[in-house]
């Protein structure tokens, strides 16, 4: 039942059908097996419950903020910053690109959205900086994995949901991770400016000019305060905080009018369409789940991680490995609600704390997203840098290397998860 439920999906996947299409033909098959006498009381009753979460509810409320900002005027003040602290580098506009993507992470959690609003303005000035073109977008993609790894995350929220692990825990427990990401790709950088013979293009900002671009984003560095104190505080749930928040960035761009009716009506139409997209996934992966549990996949998959039982870090290691090479071919959200039920008994019995085990699941899922041939922010950086797509696909795997070696340091040192968490919850 298990391989003939993944060869359909594959098979649909590979034939180009929309992806719930390619889930619902896969729920369809499994109750073939499951008896199709079933179908109408099961199929309702584990797709309602799959998003009848109310902690599913803040993933609307934080795509809506991050919406809001975008078209609030909120994301160039943030740019503006991130070029005062680090433009004056050695390859500055790639320093900038990631500083970008820490500040943005902290309102948005959508690495597409990030790779989206963030390419659009800073591929071009890149390649005008003298990066190529695919080094530049695959930058942008690359930069964007920090967004659902610093908080806010809306992977975070959806495993938290199946779970029942704290979402404040998982989100002080993304902090170190997502700095070491950028610092990571900072790294990179350095080496690939010389590399390119990428000059220093403006002087250093004095501390005044500092300071002032400081006051313009303090607007937009609030809203991951209102966000993280607010959980972590235990004032307000994770709804809750992304609804001030929303209603803080709408206030204030209203207020100041950088947020027109208009625009607030399109980040609204904008929101709707996303939250659709990936409820109806939830709902169907939900039954899938299901599914797989009836047939004992959970079991199955214990059995074959069984002898890195001993250890938590083979045990992570072999997660990953499972969980990258499921997200090369399949939608994110999908590849989280159907291997979190099924690794979660297996890093149980190994001793894995959960938290840990959720930042290293948000980490893995995160770098399918630049990794070909599904990931869809290369797409977003082709599409919005005008890259060849084929190109970007040879071009990503040094960053994804990079990402990668950041994760093995963070299943190795289980402190860059924990620590933060064990003290301040």
Same mark, same amino acid.
């Given at each position: 039942?298990i391989l003939t439920?993944?060869?359909?999906?594959?098979i649909h996947?590979v034939?180009?059908?929309?992806?719930?299409?390619?889930?619902m033909?896969t729920?369809?098959v499994?109750?073939s097996?499951?008896?199709f006498d079933?179908?109408a009381r099961i199929?309702?009753?584990?797709a309602?419950g799959g998003?009848?979460v109310f902690?599913?509810?803040?993933?609307?409320l934080?795509?809506?903020?991050?919406?809001?900002m975008?078209?609030?005027?909120?994301?160039?003040? %943030?740019? !503006? *910053?991130?070029?005062?602290?680090?433009?004056?580098?050695?390859?500055? @506009? $790639?320093? =900038?690109?990631v #500083?970008?993507s820490v500040?943005?992470?902290g309102?948005?959690?959508?690495?597409?959205a990030?790779?989206?609003?963030?390419?659009?303005?800073?591929?071009?000035g890149?390649?005008?900086a003298?990066?190529?073109g695919t080094?530049?977008?695959?930058l942008?993609?690359a930069?964007?994995l920090?967004?659902?790894?610093?908080?806010p995350?809306i992977?975070m929220?959806?495993?938290?949901s199946?779970t029942g692990t704290s979402?404040?825990?998982?989100?002080?427990?993304?902090?170190?991770?997502?700095?070491a990401?950028g610092?990571a790709?900072?790294?990179?950088?350095?080496?690939?400016a010389?590399?390119?013979n990428?000059?220093?293009n403006?002087?250093?900002a004095k501390?005044?000019?500092?300071?002032c671009?400081?006051?313009?984003a %303090?607007? !937009? *560095?609030?809203?991951?305060?209102?966000?993280?104190?607010?959980i972590v @505080? $235990?004032? =307000?749930?994770? #709804?809750?905080?992304?609804?001030?928040?929303?209603?803080?960035?709408?206030i204030?761009?209203?207020?100041?009018?950088?947020?027109?009716?208009r625009?607030?009506?399109?980040?609204?139409?904008?929101?709707s369409i996303?939250?659709s997209?990936v409820?109806v996934?939830?709902a169907?992966?939900?039954?899938?789940?299901w599914q797989?549990?009836?047939?004992n996949a959970p079991?199955?998959f214990?059995?074959?991680?069984e002898?890195?039982a001993?250890?938590p870090t083979l045990t992570l290691?072999?997660?990953?490995?499972?969980?990258f090479?499921?997200?090369?071919?399949?939608?994110?959200?999908?590849?989280?609600f159907?291997?979190t039920?099924i690794i979660?008994?297996?890093?149980?019995?190994?001793?894995v704390?959960?938290?840990?085990l959720?930042?290293v699941?948000?980490?893995?899922?995160?770098?399918?997203?630049i990794?070909p041939p599904?990931g869809a922010?290369?797409?977003?950086?082709?599409?919005?840098g005008?890259?060849d797509?084929?190109?970007?696909?040879v071009?990503?795997?040094?960053?994804i290397?990079?990402?990668?070696?950041?994760l093995?340091?963070?299943?190795?040192i289980?402190?860059l998860?924990?620590?933060?968490p064990?003290?301040?919850?």
């Amino acid at each position: 039942m298990i391989l003939t439920m993944l060869a359909v999906m594959l098979i649909h996947v590979v034939l180009g059908l929309p992806l719930f299409l390619s889930l619902m033909a896969t729920a369809v098959v499994g109750f073939s097996f499951v008896g199709f006498d079933q179908m109408a009381r099961i199929m309702p009753q584990q797709a309602f419950g799959g998003i009848d979460v109310f902690s599913l509810m803040a993933i609307p409320l934080f795509i809506l903020a991050g919406n809001l900002m975008n078209n609030g005027q909120m994301t160039p003040r %943030l740019l !503006a *910053l991130a070029d005062r602290l680090v433009g004056h580098f050695r390859g500055g @506009l $790639g320093h =900038v690109n990631v #500083t970008a993507s820490v500040f943005f992470a902290g309102v948005n959690g959508s690495a597409v959205a990030d790779t989206s609003a963030l390419g659009t303005l800073l591929i071009p000035g890149m390649r005008q900086a003298g990066f190529p073109g695919t080094y530049a977008a695959g930058l942008t993609a690359a930069s964007s994995l920090i967004g659902p790894i610093v908080p806010p995350s809306i992977f975070m929220i959806l495993y938290a949901s199946l779970t029942g692990t704290s979402v404040g825990s998982l989100f002080l427990g993304g902090v170190l991770p997502g700095i070491a990401l950028g610092l990571a790709f900072m790294g990179m950088n350095v080496v690939y400016a010389r590399i390119y013979n990428v000059e220093k293009n403006q002087r250093r900002a004095k501390l005044r000019e500092i300071a002032c671009a400081a006051y313009a984003a %303090l607007p !937009a *560095l609030i809203a991951p305060v209102i966000i993280v104190a607010g959980i972590v @505080l $235990g004032i =307000v749930t994770p #709804t809750e905080s992304g609804a001030l928040t929303v209603a803080y960035v709408l206030i204030w761009g209203l207020w100041t009018r950088n947020l027109s009716v208009r625009n607030a009506w399109i980040a609204l139409r904008e929101t709707s369409i996303l939250t659709s997209a990936v409820f109806v996934i939830i709902a169907i992966s939900s039954i899938v789940s299901w599914q797989l549990a009836f047939a004992n996949a959970p079991q199955a998959f214990v059995g074959v991680l069984e002898p890195f039982a001993n250890s938590p870090t083979l045990t992570l290691i072999a997660i990953s490995g499972v969980t990258f090479i499921t997200g090369m071919f399949m939608e994110e959200v999908s590849a989280l609600f159907l291997l979190t039920p099924i690794i979660l008994p297996v890093a149980q019995i190994a001793g894995v704390d959960p938290v840990h085990l959720g930042i290293v699941m948000t980490l893995n899922i995160t770098i399918a997203l630049i990794t070909p041939p599904l990931g869809a922010c290369i797409f977003v950086a082709a599409a919005v840098g005008k890259v060849d797509i084929t190109r970007l696909f040879v071009a990503i795997w040094p960053f994804i290397a990079v990402a990668l070696g950041v994760l093995l340091v963070i299943i190795l040192i289980p402190g860059l998860t924990t620590w933060l968490p064990s003290r301040l919850m």
